[in-house]
């Protein structure tokens, strides 16, 4: 697999943004350049892009990231997972 070339990047960010940053990295253990290569690439999406059919299930590709207890089969029983997850909501409501 070849390595890839990074270029450092400087951005000036105000405190709110800064915060923000700090914030969805904190919650998400990503680092926050991964955070901003994410952000970038998901407003390229949407700048620059036409919106052919279908385009927004390309952002749903990892959105659960890669914990090891997501079911494997999750996306052909996702609706046995979210009726028993739902099942289970309401039992805890009662």
């Given at each position: 697999m070849p390595r890839r070339v990074r270029e450092p990047v400087q951005a000036y960010?105000?405190?709110?943004?800064?915060?923000?940053?700090e914030e969805v990295a904190r919650r998400t253990?990503?680092?926050?350049?991964?955070?901003?290569?994410?952000?970038?690439r998901t407003f390229a999406q949407q700048a620059l892009a036409e919106r052919a059919p279908g385009w927004a299930f390309e952002s749903l590709i990892g959105a659960f990231g890669d914990d090891a207890a997501?079911?494997?089969?999750?996306?052909?029983?996702?609706?046995?997972?979210?009726?028993?997850?739902?099942a289970d909501e309401f039992r805890r409501a009662r």
């Open positions: 960010l105000d405190e709110a943004d800064r915060a923000l940053l253990g990503l680092a926050r350049a991964e955070v901003l290569r994410r952000g970038l997501i079911p494997a089969d999750l996306s052909e029983r996702h609706d046995g997972y979210l009726t028993d997850a739902l």
